[in-house]
């Protein structure tokens, strides 16, 4: 967003024009000529209409949402789901300031980075729209603010930071020492401004890449809807866990010294045969458990699994699952022949694991179409590649 847009998103007949026209399309509110300022009147629509089911309190309150910072920001839930609260809290990369938003609700004073002078007064207008009190928007970047703050002696009781991962040509980078600011390189001045550290990273990001990096770090995978969102990093000399947190449907966390115990005895079991006939209920473990590797961990005693990527299954009806229990119809042998016979031109829903090839691929081996007329589950376990028709 330049300047000119900010200043044009102040005025007030087009606050009014936003207010007049949020439920329309926002293309005919750009090509409308009786509506002031068109082309930035319906860029706004646009981002107010998606966000509010993504970021109801910014809809509320008609804030002004840039679109490459709307894009990048945390969702509503998933910044409530971060469990950091305190006394003070340094955000080092603001951005549309969503955490921030929510951090002031759990601490007295929120400082919070953004080095790009038009968005870092786009977050002071929004929070005063929104009547955020405790949230000091500060411009300048991560790196000269610490350096400074460390210079005077201040303190904080936690360090966030949600670093940007597009590089200054545009390209997607996942690995930490890429992103902007690097995190990893200012650790050494961050921690002596604070014992606690809370990073934000990409859905792609490797659980065993943050371990790697920080040593006594813990890990949280954050799903929403069965889609992974963030990867959260914490370093604050609590003993090293690892959890997945999906929200609506519950968590799982584990010490990671009793995640290794847990690990080497199943190492130690003997694999168990697959007892197709006797098992009625399917499981579908949320992503969070997956991206997290604790599968196995959480149907421990609840289902039968044979990898991190695997389903469940289950002879009776497990209770507790952060995931989905589906009741079986029928399991048998994957033949192509046997499924052209049964689903070929019929609406078909395909849930995959550990099977060798997507779903779109199998619909056209298949024949079969998209929908939700049948749903089965295609999976492979010790070698052999089974059908779960569901019912």
């Given at each position: ?107 007295e004073r929120v400082v ?12 002071r207008e929004n929070m ?163 991206k997290a590797r604790l ?97």
């Open positions: 967003m330049t300047r000119d847009e900010l200043e044009i998103l102040l005025l007030p007949e087009v606050r009014m024009a936003i207010e007049e026209n949020i439920g329309r399309d926002p293309l005919q509110v750009a090509l409308d000529r009786h509506v002031p300022h068109a082309r930035v009147v319906a860029s706004q629509v646009k981002y107010l209409q998606r966000a509010k089911s993504k970021l109801p309190r910014l809809y509320a309150s008609r804030a002004i949402l840039p679109d490459r910072a709307f894009e990048q920001s945390s969702s509503d839930e998933c910044a409530a789901a971060k469990p950091l609260g305190g006394g003070t809290l340094l955000d080092l990369t603001c951005g549309l300031g969503v955490d921030s938003m929510h951090f002031a609700e759990r601490f919070a980075l953004e080095r790009d002078e038009v968005l870092a007064d786009v977050v005063r729209r929104m009547g955020v009190e405790n949230v000091e928007v500060v411009t300048a970047s991560a790196e000269e603010y610490v350096t400074q703050a460390v210079e005077r002696g201040e303190r904080f009781d936690w360090v966030y930071a949600d670093p940007d991962r597009r590089t200054s040509e545009g390209r997607r980078v996942v690995r930490l020492e890429e992103c902007s600011p690097n995190v990893v390189a200012l650790m050494p001045l961050i921690g002596r401004l604070t014992g606690r550290v809370a990073l934000k990273n990409s859905p792609l990001f490797d659980v065993d890449e943050a371990f790697r990096l920080f040593e006594g770090c813990s890990v949280e995978v954050i799903s929403l809807g069965d889609e992974c969102k963030e990867v959260m990093i914490y370093i604050d000399g609590r003993e090293p866990m690892l959890a997945a947190e999906a929200i609506s449907r519950g968590r799982v966390e584990v010490k990671l010294s009793e995640l290794e115990r847990f690990t080497a005895e199943q190492s130690e079991l003997v694999a168990r045969d697959f007892a197709s006939e006797e098992y009625r209920y399917l499981v579908v473990p949320d992503v969070a458990l997956q599968v196995r961990y959480a149907l421990s005693g609840k289902a039968d699994v044979w990898s991190n990527n695997s389903f469940g299954f289950a002879s009776e009806h497990p209770e507790g699952v952060v995931g989905r229990v589906m009741p079986i119809k029928e399991i048998y042998p994957y033949d192509m022949k046997q499924l052209k016979r049964r689903f070929k031109g019929e609406g078909v829903d395909i849930l995959l694991r550990d099977f060798p090839v997507g779903v779109d691929e199998a619909r056209r081996k298949a024949g079969m179409k998209s929908g939700s007329k049948h749903r089965i589950a295609l999976t492979r376990i010790e070698g052999k590649a089974y059908v779960i028709e569901l019912e």
